[in-house]
């Protein structure tokens, strides 16, 4: 048997979560791990923390799911006063190199620096030429061990580790959302646009916690503090939390699919609730494409909430009618071409008994190559299904991203540049529907909101796209 790869998998995916707990006299390290486990959905190719006594700082790290990088042994070895940590999906680099894990450690000065890094830099190849030209040697390839020496450098020259990051920041491009460990304090910090997410929480005893979503922090025991503002320096220490602002983009730029798909539904993000905001874009598209149907069933696990609020918007009665595998990764044995054509089968499985006989409105998060949806339609089918009428909870993805998610090119996008009809009839389905880009703001906050990014839908990037 041959074991191979899986190729790109037709949907969004996530591109990293960071963590960050200051906590003298707690286990930091379990914290930390905590941590990294309620924000796995976000990457599972390797997990790093690194951990800092207030005189060194020390790092394991490997590929890996958390509970496979770090046991009890481990744990027992990273007691200090801060960690910092990290779970990598790659967008950028070799997928599956214990050099890409982080956290990147850097020397300045004798002292160790820790980088943890969600999102992707633009124009990092050329950075990297000029810093490979004064001497710098780069292991992993990656945009984050870019910004690792850009900081480290900036850092040394400044001789101070806020200016530092401030100087940094002006040079680097794109979507970061970053916490840096010193041997005694935490920064976190936010690109100018606050593209990917960040967001504090303090600890009953009086510590701080620094996640990528709210769902690590109460893992971690943390009270929901803020979040970390658009270009905002936050440093977590003895003198607990002081924040430096900074020149943020005239309009802020959350990405919108953290709502949509990425984000776990017990998160809440900018101050919404991913699940109030999953299940409203149920109900507004509910209205804006009525169907006649028995049952509303959700493509676990994010259009789950959805189908619940299409359900009690529409008065058809809500079923459990798939069910999800989570234990298949991306990398898993595919011996036939016709196993990999299937390969849906191992993650999706319709329920018979639910679904047969009956027509069904179905809902998943967003459509990317469509082959995904041709395949669970052709399944429901198979099963009995009488009609299926497939609505999505995000409009079409018409562009691909380049801010830290792992999307297809522009032309391997079902939606760039054919109509609903075209998608429906390649699909399979006997109706389909997109929630409008009205409907997905109002659903997600409305003019509450400071301002989304939302290119993979408009192809209008906040931060001009590489060309
Ligand atoms: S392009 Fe789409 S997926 Fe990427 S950051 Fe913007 S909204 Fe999020």
């Known amino acids: 048997m041959e074991t191979v790869v899986c190729e790109m998998p037709d949907a969004l995916e996530e591109a990293c979560g960071v ?42 790290k490997d590929v890996g799911l958390v509970t496979q990088v770090f046991d009890d042994a481990v744990m027992e070895e990273l007691g200090g006063l801060l960690a910092v940590g ?44 000029s810093l490979e030209a004064e001497g710098a040697v780069f292991a992993a390839g990656t945009d984050s061990e870019v910004a690792a020496h850009v900081i480290a450098r900036a850092v040394r020259r400044a001789g101070s580790v806020r200016e530092g990051i401030r100087q940094a920041m002006d040079v680097l491009e794109g979507a970061y959302a970053m916490i840096l460990a010193t041997p005694r304090a935490l920064y976190a910090f936010r690109d100018p646009h606050g593209i990917r997410p960040l967001c504090i929480g303090r600890l009953p005893e009086g510590g701080w916690v620094v996640s990528s979503e709210t769902c690590g922090l109460d893992i971690a025991g943390a009270a929901y503090v803020r979040d970390v503002e658009p270009a905002e320096v936050v440093r977590l220490g003895r003198e607990g939390l002081v924040a430096e602002s900074g ?55 994010s259009g789950t909430p959805a189908a619940v609020g299409y359900a009690e918007a ?5 079923a459990f009618g ?16 016709a196993m990999r054509e299937r390969g849906i089968t191992l993650k999706l ?3 018979p008994s639910v679904i047969a006989g009956k027509r069904l409105v179905v809902i998943d998060d967003s459509i990317v190559r469509g082959s995904t949806s041709r395949q669970l339609v052709s399944m429901l089918y198979e099963a009995g299904a009488a009609e299926v009428h497939l609505r999505i909870v995000s409009p079409e993805v018409r562009w691909p991203c380049f801010y830290g998610i792992d999307t297809a090119t522009r032309d391997q ?16 389905c006997d109706s389909l529907a997109f929630i409008s880009l ?3 703001h109002r659903a997600v906050g409305g003019a509450r909101h400071q301002g989304w990014c939302e290119a993979c839908f408009t192809g209008s990037y906040p931060v001009p796209r590489p060309l």
């Open 247 to 301: 020149r943020a983009a005239p309009r802020r730029a959350s990405c919108i699919f953290e709502y949509v798909y990425f984000a776990r539904p017990d998160s809440i993000i900018d101050g919404q609730s991913v699940y109030q905001a999953r299940r409203a874009m149920g109900a507004i598209l509910s209205a804006e494409a009525p169907v006649q149907a028995d049952a509303v069933i959700g493509v676990p696990d």
């Open 413 to 428: 996008l079902l939606a760039a540049g054919r109509t609903t009809e075209e998608m429906r009839r390649w699909i399979g």
């Open 322 to 337: 798939i069910v999800k595998n989570h234990y298949v990764g991306r990398t898993f044995i595919q011996p036939t071409q």
């Open 86 to 129: 990290h779970v990598r999906y790659s967008t950028s680099g070799a997928a599956s190199s214990r050099d890409a894990a982080q956290p990147h450690l850097s020397t300045i000065d004798a002292e160790s620096i820790a980088l943890v890094h969600n999102g992707t830099l633009l124009g990092t190849e050329a950075l990297r030429a």
């Open 19 to 60: 963590f960050g707990v200051y906590a003298p006299g707690e286990d930091v390290a379990r914290l930390a791990g905590f941590g990294l486990q309620a924000l796995q959905h976000r990457g599972q190719e390797s997990a790093g923390i690194a951990v800092g006594d207030g005189e060194t700082l020390r790092c394991h």
């Open 314 to 318: 529409s008065g058809i009665p809500y």
């Open 349 to 351: 499985n319709p329920l």
């Open 438 to 440: 009205e409907g997905l």
